[in-house]
Protein backbone atom coordinates (compact mmCIF):
# COMPACT_ATOMS: atom_id res chain seq x y z
CA UNK A 1 0.00 0.00 0.00
CA UNK A 2 1.50 2.92 -0.85
CA UNK A 3 -0.21 6.04 1.25
CA UNK A 4 2.41 9.12 0.65
CA UNK A 5 4.19 8.28 -2.64
CA UNK A 6 7.36 7.03 -0.33
CA UNK A 7 6.70 4.19 2.01
CA UNK A 8 5.20 1.08 1.33
CA UNK A 9 3.93 -1.31 3.25
CA UNK A 10 2.10 -4.48 3.17
CA UNK A 11 -1.09 -5.71 4.67
CA UNK A 12 -3.87 -7.91 4.43
CA UNK A 13 -7.51 -7.35 4.44
CA UNK A 14 -9.71 -10.47 5.73
CA UNK A 15 -13.25 -8.94 5.88
CA UNK A 16 -14.98 -12.38 6.71
CA UNK A 17 -13.50 -13.28 10.53
CA UNK A 18 -17.06 -13.83 12.35
CA UNK A 19 -19.49 -11.60 13.96
CA UNK A 20 -17.42 -8.98 16.57
CA UNK A 21 -18.45 -8.82 20.12
CA UNK A 22 -18.42 -6.01 23.28
CA UNK A 23 -20.51 -3.19 24.33
CA UNK A 24 -22.22 -1.77 21.16
CA UNK A 25 -20.49 -3.79 18.57
CA UNK A 26 -23.25 -4.91 15.66
CA UNK A 27 -23.74 -6.92 12.95
CA UNK A 28 -22.97 -10.55 11.68
CA UNK A 29 -19.19 -10.33 10.84
CA UNK A 30 -15.89 -7.56 11.16
CA UNK A 31 -13.37 -6.68 9.03
CA UNK A 32 -9.56 -7.51 9.99
CA UNK A 33 -6.81 -5.35 8.83
CA UNK A 34 -3.64 -7.63 9.06
CA UNK A 35 -0.50 -5.15 8.61
CA UNK A 36 3.05 -6.03 8.82
CA UNK A 37 5.11 -2.91 9.81
CA UNK A 38 2.72 -0.65 10.13
CA UNK A 39 0.90 2.17 8.23
CA UNK A 40 2.61 5.67 7.77
CA UNK A 41 2.35 8.22 6.12
CA UNK A 42 -1.22 10.14 5.34
CA UNK A 43 -3.49 8.86 7.71
CA UNK A 44 -5.46 6.05 5.36
CA UNK A 45 -9.54 6.27 5.06
CA UNK A 46 -11.60 3.12 5.41
CA UNK A 47 -14.64 2.48 3.66
CA UNK A 48 -17.07 -0.25 4.71
CA UNK A 49 -20.17 -1.44 3.04
CA UNK A 50 -22.94 -3.24 4.67
CA UNK A 51 -26.23 -5.30 3.11
CA UNK A 52 -28.76 -7.77 4.68
CA UNK A 53 -26.08 -10.28 5.33
CA UNK A 54 -24.70 -8.01 8.03
CA UNK A 55 -27.94 -7.91 10.24
CA UNK A 56 -28.36 -4.98 11.88
CA UNK A 57 -31.75 -5.38 12.95
CA UNK A 58 -34.85 -3.33 12.10
CA UNK A 59 -34.40 -0.04 10.23
CA UNK A 60 -36.02 1.73 13.54
CA UNK A 61 -33.20 0.33 16.00
CA UNK A 62 -30.34 1.75 13.91
CA UNK A 63 -30.75 5.55 14.59
CA UNK A 64 -26.53 6.03 14.77
CA UNK A 65 -24.53 4.09 13.05
CA UNK A 66 -20.55 4.09 13.07
CA UNK A 67 -17.13 2.15 12.35
CA UNK A 68 -15.83 0.74 15.61
CA UNK A 69 -11.97 -0.03 15.72
CA UNK A 70 -10.55 -2.33 18.00
CA UNK A 71 -7.13 -4.46 18.58
CA UNK A 72 -9.52 -7.47 19.32
CA UNK A 73 -12.93 -8.89 17.99
CA UNK A 74 -13.96 -8.75 21.47
CA UNK A 75 -13.73 -4.73 21.52
CA UNK A 76 -14.03 -3.04 23.45
CA UNK A 77 -14.41 -0.65 20.03
CA UNK A 78 -13.60 3.21 19.72
CA UNK A 79 -16.35 4.91 16.90
CA UNK A 80 -14.03 6.17 13.54
CA UNK A 81 -16.54 7.33 11.55
CA UNK A 82 -19.04 10.19 11.47
CA UNK A 83 -22.79 9.64 12.69
CA UNK A 84 -25.24 8.00 9.76
CA UNK A 85 -27.70 10.56 11.98
CA UNK A 86 -31.40 10.74 12.74
CA UNK A 87 -33.97 8.72 10.61
CA UNK A 88 -34.03 5.12 9.50
CA UNK A 89 -31.38 3.45 7.97
CA UNK A 90 -31.22 2.22 4.29
CA UNK A 91 -31.22 -1.27 4.11
CA UNK A 92 -27.63 -1.10 2.50
CA UNK A 93 -25.59 1.50 2.46
CA UNK A 94 -21.59 2.40 3.66
CA UNK A 95 -19.62 4.80 6.14
CA UNK A 96 -16.11 5.71 5.32
CA UNK A 97 -13.71 6.67 8.62
CA UNK A 98 -12.86 10.48 8.93
CA UNK A 99 -8.95 11.06 7.11
CA UNK A 100 -7.73 11.53 10.47
CA UNK A 101 -8.09 7.92 11.92
CA UNK A 102 -7.79 5.03 12.30
CA UNK A 103 -4.08 5.32 10.78
CA UNK A 104 -1.32 5.47 11.97
CA UNK A 105 -2.11 1.56 12.08
CA UNK A 106 0.18 -0.06 14.41
CA UNK A 107 2.09 -3.76 13.11
CA UNK A 108 -0.33 -6.65 14.11
CA UNK A 109 -4.25 -7.13 12.99
CA UNK A 110 -6.43 -4.51 13.50
CA UNK A 111 -10.55 -5.21 13.48
CA UNK A 112 -13.43 -2.86 12.11
CA UNK A 113 -17.19 -3.55 13.12
CA UNK A 114 -20.49 -1.71 13.05
CA UNK A 115 -20.80 0.06 15.92
CA UNK A 116 -23.61 1.83 17.39
CA UNK A 117 -24.11 4.09 20.62
CA UNK A 118 -27.52 2.50 21.58
CA UNK A 119 -27.18 -1.15 23.13
CA UNK A 120 -29.11 -2.44 20.27
CA UNK A 121 -31.63 -5.27 21.00
CA UNK A 122 -31.61 -4.77 24.45
CA UNK A 123 -34.54 -3.44 26.68
CA UNK A 124 -33.87 -0.41 28.52
CA UNK A 125 -32.66 -0.91 32.68
CA UNK A 126 -35.77 -0.65 34.57
CA UNK A 127 -36.67 2.73 36.47
CA UNK A 128 -36.03 0.72 39.56
CA UNK A 129 -37.37 3.31 41.77
CA UNK A 130 -40.67 4.80 41.71
CA UNK A 131 -40.92 7.75 43.81
CA UNK A 132 -44.62 9.34 44.90
CA UNK A 133 -47.01 8.47 48.47
CA UNK A 134 -48.16 5.55 49.36
CA UNK A 135 -51.46 6.38 49.56
CA UNK A 136 -53.80 8.28 47.73
CA UNK A 137 -57.24 10.57 48.90
CA UNK A 138 -60.49 10.28 46.50
CA UNK A 139 -59.82 13.25 44.23
CA UNK A 140 -56.53 14.39 44.90
CA UNK A 141 -53.98 14.47 42.23
CA UNK A 142 -50.58 13.32 42.82
CA UNK A 143 -47.39 13.13 41.31
CA UNK A 144 -45.06 9.97 40.48
CA UNK A 145 -41.54 10.27 39.94
CA UNK A 146 -39.16 8.39 37.15
CA UNK A 147 -36.39 7.97 39.56
CA UNK A 148 -33.38 6.10 38.16
CA UNK A 149 -35.04 6.13 34.81
CA UNK A 150 -32.56 5.12 31.98
CA UNK A 151 -31.63 8.56 30.37
CA UNK A 152 -30.95 8.49 26.72
CA UNK A 153 -32.03 9.79 23.18
CA UNK A 154 -34.56 7.31 21.59
CA UNK A 155 -36.15 5.64 25.50
CA UNK A 156 -39.66 6.76 26.39
CA UNK A 157 -41.57 5.20 29.32
CA UNK A 158 -45.21 4.79 29.77
CA UNK A 159 -46.89 4.20 32.98
CA UNK A 160 -49.71 1.57 33.10
CA UNK A 161 -52.24 1.81 36.45
CA UNK A 162 -55.21 -0.31 37.18
CA UNK A 163 -56.98 -1.43 40.23
CA UNK A 164 -55.54 -4.48 39.93
CA UNK A 165 -52.13 -6.49 38.86
CA UNK A 166 -54.05 -6.46 35.19
CA UNK A 167 -52.22 -3.46 34.44
CA UNK A 168 -55.12 -2.85 31.78
CA UNK A 169 -55.21 1.47 31.90
CA UNK A 170 -52.20 3.00 29.92
CA UNK A 171 -51.15 6.60 31.11
CA UNK A 172 -48.98 6.94 27.78
CA UNK A 173 -46.08 9.60 28.49
CA UNK A 174 -47.32 10.45 31.73
CA UNK A 175 -43.97 11.40 33.17
CA UNK A 176 -43.73 12.98 36.54
CA UNK A 177 -47.25 14.83 36.01
CA UNK A 178 -50.06 14.20 38.17
CA UNK A 179 -52.45 11.19 38.11
CA UNK A 180 -55.78 11.81 39.32
CA UNK A 181 -57.69 8.33 40.66
CA UNK A 182 -61.18 8.10 41.97
CA UNK A 183 -61.56 6.04 44.65
CA UNK A 184 -64.91 5.07 45.28
CA UNK A 185 -67.61 6.48 48.29
CA UNK A 186 -68.19 5.78 52.31
CA UNK A 187 -63.88 5.63 52.81
CA UNK A 188 -63.39 2.40 50.88
CA UNK A 189 -59.76 2.24 49.87
CA UNK A 190 -59.00 0.07 46.54
CA UNK A 191 -55.25 -0.59 45.93
CA UNK A 192 -54.00 1.38 42.92
CA UNK A 193 -50.90 -0.55 40.98
CA UNK A 194 -48.82 1.00 39.10
CA UNK A 195 -46.20 0.00 36.71
CA UNK A 196 -43.24 1.37 34.50
CA UNK A 197 -42.24 0.32 31.38
CA UNK A 198 -39.09 1.04 29.33
CA UNK A 199 -39.36 1.42 25.15
CA UNK A 200 -36.86 1.77 22.51
CA UNK A 201 -38.31 4.07 19.70
Do not use: K
Amino acid sequence: MRNDGRLHRDFGVSPHVGAPSGTNAIGTRALRIETFGGLYGNNPSLRMAYNAVDNLGPSADQPNLFIGQSNALTGPWTARSAASGAGPLAATGNRTTATVAPGPIASGDEYFAWYSTYPICAAPPAANSVTGPGTACDGVNFTLGLANAYAEAGIEYQWESADDAAFTVNLTNLGTGCHASDQPDHGQVLPLHHLLHGYRR
